[in-house]
């Protein structure tokens, strides 16, 4: 970084008083890390164990039905959902919408809410329908 | 010292003419995975269960391959896009910079592929079989 120590620092992470659209913008870079890594891998497993065959599909499957492998679909679910709410609002925000203070605050929160709630539902589906 | 102001050097010279290329196609990925997304979502709660035979089953049929290949060159762009967002905001350190960078393109080139062979070998061995 080019710059110089001996020049002030404007305050910022410290000073502000948290509100959700701070969450919600950190929230889309940690979902979005998140699934770049754990969701990546694990598509990819399951896809090459698909094509290795039976036993590899089955090793995938033993080792997906584990319950610290339920926490991390679950968790993974959320944070699709998280990822692909904050990103429609992002999408909005980049045509210049929705920067207004309420707006802005009102639709950060929507995206907490919306992917909590679609984790539930989905949940609800899956181990309703097994 | 120079007796010249940063616009001054700069003036002329014009701009690399590519300074939006790299945020535009992580919006138009965004979509494509947005899209595809559901429809990979939708067809796994479909079916009747997740063993091997019917997962090779549905993805041996054309439609179902091709939709989870653009799925896989899709969303791994995607995640190249953004890591490298990420990574140039924090890293500041330029060999940690670079040497992150290069992980971050042999990872995802190397995952995407594999994930498209076995797409393919999986969607071609249905065919032959």
Known sequence: ?130 | MRMETPLGRVRGLGSAKSGTHGWWLERLTSVSTFLLFIWFLVSLLRLPGLDHKTVVDWLGSPVNAVAMLLLIVSTFWHIKLGMQVVIEDYVHQEGNKIFLLLILNFFTIAAAALAIFSVLKIAFGKGAA
């Open chain 1, 1 to 130: 970084m080019h710059r110089n120590p001996s020049r002030p620092l404007s305050p910022h992470l410290s000073i502000w008083r948290w509100g959700p659209h701070m969450l919600v913008s950190i929230l889309h870079r940690v979902t979005g890390g998140g699934l770049s890594v754990v969701g990546a891998v694990l598509l990819v497993w399951w896809l090459a164990a698909a094509a290795s065959g039976p036993k590899a599909y089955a090793t995938f499957a033993d080792y997906a039905d584990e319950w610290y492998l339920m926490v991390i679909w679950i968790g993974l679910s959320w944070a699709l959902f998280q990822h692909t709410l904050s990103g429609l609002r992002h999408l909005v925000m980049d045509v210049g919408a929705g920067f207004e203070l309420t707006t802005n605050k009102f639709w950060a929160m929507m995206t907490l809410v919306g992917s909590a709630a679609l984790t539930v539902i989905l949940w609800l589906y899956i181990l309703g329908t097994k």
